[in-house]
């Protein structure tokens, strides 16, 4: 079992950054992937950002590709997604959850074992 806790959410304005962070308790084994998913006011949870723990290969949706970093500290047992130039529409509730068995790190929150709480992200103008 593990579970999942995010912190680092917040209000920033358009064109700022922020940093969030998922820090797991519980065995994150090599074949694990951990995502993060967002969720808008009135729209489905979608993929955001994908890390294949064994070898931190990184996977983004094209949304936000050349504006979020994902990353991981294996020793500390964290995901973080580091989030710049943030606009309005990332205004949304971010997930992390962690892939127990992930060859290639999935898209599809169906596929995704372990969810955190989620933390909110509000981009204002």
């Known amino acids: 079992q593990v579970q999942l806790v995010e912190s680092g959410g917040g209000l920033v304005q358009a064109g700022g950054s922020l940093r969030l962070s998922c820090a797991a308790a519980?065995?994150?084994?090599?074949?694990?992937?951990m995502g993060w998913f967002r969720q808008a006011p009135g729209k489905e949870r979608e993929f955001v950002a994908a890390?294949?723990?064994?070898?931190?290969?990184?996977y983004y949706a094209d949304s936000v590709k050349g504006r979020f970093f994902i990353s991981r500290d294996s020793y500390r047992n964290t995901v973080y997604l580091q989030m710049n130039s943030l606009q309005i529409d990332d205004t949304a509730v971010y997930y992390c959850?962690?892939?127990?068995?992930?060859?290639?790190?999935?898209?599809?929150?169906?596929?995704?074992?372990?969810w955190g709480q989620g933390t909110q992200v509000t981009v204002s103008s």
């Open positions: 890390i294949r723990w064994s070898d931190g290969s990184r």
């Open positions: 959850a962690a892939q127990k068995s992930a060859v290639v790190p999935s898209t599809l929150q169906d596929e995704y074992d372990y």
């Open positions: 519980g065995r994150i084994f090599s074949s694990y992937a």
